[in-house]
């Protein structure tokens, strides 16, 4: 045999780590449906907006589709990682700082000046730029003009179907992937994009409310503008408001039980639903320092404190003013939040008391805050005032650097930098709230295969939450964390079949050890059963 | 206080530095001249295919060492002065221990071959070996093939690490099939189905001559002992399996097989000094293990038991039930108790196979022919589970049982296709028909 028998032969694409001419093409058609947005970001008028909007997201669709599949489907079935730490755009490289700074840039504009977008900006008040393109498709759907949101709904979908799409295809062995991938696609094209139109086509006084969209992570649900509009709505707005309430307080806390947060955070979360798709090839990025997970929990329960203060101050201030014959009075519900968060703070120092450890300082910590925060609250007498600062105030604090800053510019522009799910670690109390059930109160744990740990670290590296999944793996316990959001790629990714995300018993789900199971049977009983 | 001085941060030695500390108070110092920390062996193969960068195989951070007084000394030892208890390093400075733990790992072997030290030619075990392949082999256009010799663990992660980098790869296997002096035929015979779909040249029943010299002292070629062929290539990987990495002990008065002897308490002759992992030899094989154990789970598990007996609780190394893992390329590779190739297996243990039609997952349960006596399992694309083959083994199970319960021991991720039933019915057929 000569020396250059794989050529012609290869079934599989010759060059890992180069792009073959398919690709290049493909790249270059995505590239044309982005430049067509950008040429109508910069007013260029298209004779035939739909036909252009069509050909832009149609293109796009195309270039990523062709892409993927030039790259998964000559190969064989496994594990695609190759040359991911190589490549700029996956490695903090330039290509990956461009790409950050452009994501950033898109949500400062987003956010604080969508004029620039074109929103209003024509006669009488109509839309010109990107957001004019996509008026036929928001004429299409609700029979109204786009707007921003509409504009960035339509983005958000698009990618989350077509990475959603590569994504399937990177883990064709893998069903767990596949179902969960198809989950959060049809969730985010229903749920986030489609239904909230078509509510808006049978009533259109009825807010924006995406089902699956979750208070505190919806943090303006309960807001008086939003709450005024469901209740004006008779008994559909009614449900509603009902059914976000429950969501929070029954649905969740079931779910999260029978399942870990992974149904909602890896399954339903639009959120989590980009991460997976559009950022899956960043989520080795994150850092897994111990430093990293000593801020994230600082940070995300400080966030979860802020939002409920925040919330309790909203609703607070407008039933102050509101009809006094309704039985919801100022002093009820202060109560009732005061009792409902004493119940879950004793509850839990009870019944989870030799669990917690070092935790139960800051969960105290954390406690005592929102209460102190509460009652100088209700008892300063001024009542629109929390801290000297208006609930009003507090609530567009909140709306500026936690929804906008922390969840979108950092948390999804800075994807190429920090990795897919930054938000969703450091920043999301939704989050905060489903890893507090998962750790104390879930039958989900990821299951360690007694002593088969190479301590390769590949687990740890593709851990998009930054978990050292690794350091459990090693020790042979289970990996029992409140940021895991079950999305299973350290168990695809271990050569050696380690790790199963599994719904199991409560008992015995976490269990350090010191001596893996293997060894002298009398040394595992003499360490292990200190 | 006692000093314990450890040669090697490998897992062994790095395992038993972590159990001494959780035990006690001793001073502790690693020494080795591969790096600076304590790296994971197994993960160099994703280095080099971009999976990970080197940090990421460093299973503790480095503030780690500092935090529990394990102190790291890089430099390489020369010889030992058992003596006066003084290590002498190549970069001429000493070393004094109270004890001290050979925990040196192995070396690729050389078997004489003529250019077996050519530039261009390694082995793949040490981070130095990697940064070599990086040198050699950074992409297709400076190396247009490499030769592998010697078909074992080490040589298919080699070819599957080039293989990520597009460059053309022949490997040469001694066997007339894929690790099958390990491997039964039937898995054996999977795998070189599955070597071959990777567009690797797999060349069985080859031997290499010798590796032959451009001008300037690289590798140019390789000649096949069998035929004659000469193949042109720019990298040679040696990968004929390991031997223990003990050379710079030889005139220290240590007792040497091809590895340093230790009883089963993991001593050396000498007092106070012990050896583990890899570059142990056992005076007597314990079971069906062989007396040179060179992995990395028998390896941490000397370090768990070594670690007792030097703070004060002498234990000898009894090791449970065999394990071990490996992936072939895409295909994961469990096994739990003992399954022998035809080549070595005993007369009494007999073989229930069932392979599926895609040829990418099988398994192999070994049983004694006569008490039907479940001896152990070969899993092959399909995951289970350690504690439960474990338990089996412990509970001495039939192989009846062993097959009927099969979804007990299923590890595979939710959703996965399970292939239980027709593994069942496969082997009442095979029953039916013995």
Request: net charge positive.
């Given at each position: 045999m000569s020396n250059k028998l794989n050529h012609s032969m290869?079934?599989?694409?010759?060059?890992?780590?180069h792009i073959t001419t398919k690709q290049t093409v493909a790249l270059i058609t995505g590239i044309v449906g982005l430049f067509i947005l950008v040429l109508a970001l910069l007013n260029?008028?298209?004779?035939?907006k739909g036909l252009f909007l069509t050909a832009a997201l149609g293109l796009i669709t195309i270039g990523i589709v062709v892409y993927s599949r030039e790259a998964y489907n000559s190969k064989l079935e496994g594990i695609k990682n190759d040359g991911q730490w190589f490549k700029s755009i996956s490695s903090r490289g330039v290509w990956g700082w461009v790409l950050g700074v452009v994501l950033t840039g898109f949500y400062v504009v987003l956010y604080f000046y969508p004029k620039y977008l074109g929103?209003?900006?024509?006669?009488?008040?109509s839309n010109t730029g990107l957001i004019a393109l996509f008026d036929p498709l928001s004429q299409l759907l609700s029979g109204r003009n786009a707007s921003q949101w509409f504009v960035y709904g339509t983005l958000y979908t698009l990618a989350i179907l077509a990475f959603g799409y590569k994504f399937i295809l990177k883990y064709k062995h893998n069903r767990y992937q596949q179902i969960r991938t198809v989950s959060v696609m049809f969730f985010q094209l229903g749920f986030a994009f489609l239904i909230p139109e078509f509510m808006y086509v049978m009533n259109n006084d009825l807010p924006y409310y995406d089902l699956k969209s979750v208070w505190p992570l919806n943090y303006y649900l309960f807001d008086e503008w939003s709450v005024n509009a469901f209740l004006s709505n008779g008994i559909i707005g009614l449900a509603l408001i009902i059914f976000g309430i429950l969501s929070i307080f029954v649905i969740t806390p079931i779910l999260t039980y029978k399942y870990g947060k992974r149904w909602y955070c890896s399954w339903v979360c639009g959120c989590g639903g980009l991460a997976e798709t559009a950022g899956d090839s960043f989520r080795h990025l994150s850092s897994k320092k111990l430093s990293a997970w000593k801020l994230e929990r600082w940070l995300i329960h400080t966030v979860l404190v802020f939002s409920i203060v925040m919330t309790t101050a909203m609703v607070y201030t407008y039933l102050g003013y509101d009809k006094n014959d309704f039985w919801l009075t100022r002093g009820v519900f202060i109560s009732l939040v005061i009792g409902f968060l004493t119940f879950v703070f004793v509850g839990v120092l009870y019944f989870k008391r030799q669990e917690l450890g070092k935790d139960a300082k800051s969960g105290a910590i954390g406690y005592f805050a929102v209460l102190a925060l509460l009652l100088i609250m209700h008892f300063t007498g001024t009542t629109e005032h929390v801290f000297f600062v208006k609930g009003g105030a507090l609530r567009s604090a909140y709306g500026i650097y936690?929804?906008?800053?922390?969840?979108?510019?950092?948390?999804?522009?800075?994807y190429p930098i920090l990795g897919s799910r930054s938000w969703c670690r450091f920043g999301c109390p939704m989050a905060a709230i489903l890893g507090f059930q998962q750790r104390l109160f879930s039958k989900f744990r990821i299951t360690t295969n007694g002593g088969q740990c190479i301590s390769c670290g590949n687990c740890s590296n593709s851990c998009e939450m930054g978990i050292d999944v690794r350091h459990y793996a090693q020790k042979g316990e289970n990996i029992v964390r409140s940021s895991c959001v079950g999305c299973g790629i350290c168990s695809a990714v271990c050569p050696r079949g380690v790790l199963k995300l599994e719904n199991d018993t409560l008992k015995g789900r976490i269990n350090p050890t010191e001596i893996l199971l293997g060894n002298d049977v009398d040394l595992m009983d003499l360490v292990n059963q200190k | 206080m006692e000093h314990i001085v450890i040669i090697g941060n490998g897992i062994s030695g790095v395992t038993t530095a972590r159990h001494i500390r959780k035990l006690s108070d001793k001073k502790i110092t690693i020494v080795s001249a591969e790096t600076d920390y304590f790296f994971s062996r197994t993960a160099l193969m994703y280095i080099y295919m971009g999976h990970m960068k080197f940090e990421h195989t460093q299973p503790y951070e480095n503030w780690f060492w500092k935090k529990n007084r394990i102190d790291l000394k890089k430099g390489y030892v020369k010889t030992v002065d058992t003596e006066n208890k003084i290590l002498h390093f190549a970069e001429g400075d000493t070393l004094q221990y109270d004890k001290l733990v050979i925990a040196t790992g192995s070396k690729p072997n050389k078997f004489g071959w003529p250019g077996q030290d050519l530039e261009g030619v390694m082995g793949m075990y040490h981070k130095q070996d990697l940064d070599n392949l990086e040198a050699h082999a950074p992409n297709n256009k400076v190396c247009k093939r490499a030769v592998i010799v010697g078909g074992g663990l080490i040589g298919i992660e080699l070819a599957e690490m080039l293989n990520s980098r597009s460059i053309p790869v022949t490997f040469l296997v001694r066997e007339n099939s894929f690790w099958n002096g390990v491997l039964p035929s039937g898995e054996s015979e999977m795998i070189n189905r599955h070597i071959k779909n990777h567009h690797i040249d797999l060349r069985l029943s080859t031997n290499l001559k010798e590796i032959k010299s451009d001008e300037n002292g690289k590798v140019k070629s390789v000649i096949i002992e069998e035929t004659g062929e000469e193949i042109e290539c720019n990298v040679v990987g040696l990968t004929a399996g390991v031997s223990p990495n003990v050379s710079f002990l030889k005139d220290s008065g240590f007792e040497l097989g091809r590895g340093v002897k230790v009883n089963r308490f993991l001593e050396t002759n000498i007092e106070s000094v012990y050896a583990i992992g890899d570059c142990a030899e056992q005076h007597q094989a314990i079971g069906?293990?062989?007396?040179i154990e060179a992995v990395w789970y028998t390896g941490r598990m000397m370090g768990e038991t070594l670690a007792q007996t030097i703070c004060g609780n002498r234990m000898e190394y009894k090791p449970g039930h065999w394990f071990n893992s490996a992936k072939f390329m895409d295909i994961e590779y469990q096994t739990y108790g003992w399954v022998f190739s035809e080549r070595s297996k005993k007369e009494y243990e007999q073989h229930f196979h069932w392979k599926h039609e895609d040829d990418t997952k099988c398994i192999t349960v070994a049983y004694h022919k006569d008490t039907n006596k479940f001896l152990g399992i070969n899993t092959f694309g399909i995951r289970m589970r350690h504690e439960v083959f474990d338990r089996w083994l412990s509970e001495e199970r039939d192989v009846d049982y062993v097959i009927k319960n099969l979804t007990e021991a299923n590890f595979d991720p939710e959703f996965y296709k399970r292939f239980e039933a027709e593994i069942l019915s496969t082997y009442n057929q095979q029953l039916q028909t013995a």
């Open positions: 290869s079934l599989a694409r010759p060059d890992a780590l260029t008028v298209f004779p035939n929103l209003g900006q024509g006669v009488d008040g936690i929804g906008s800053i922390f969840s979108g510019v950092i948390g999804t522009g800075f | 069906n293990r062989r007396p």
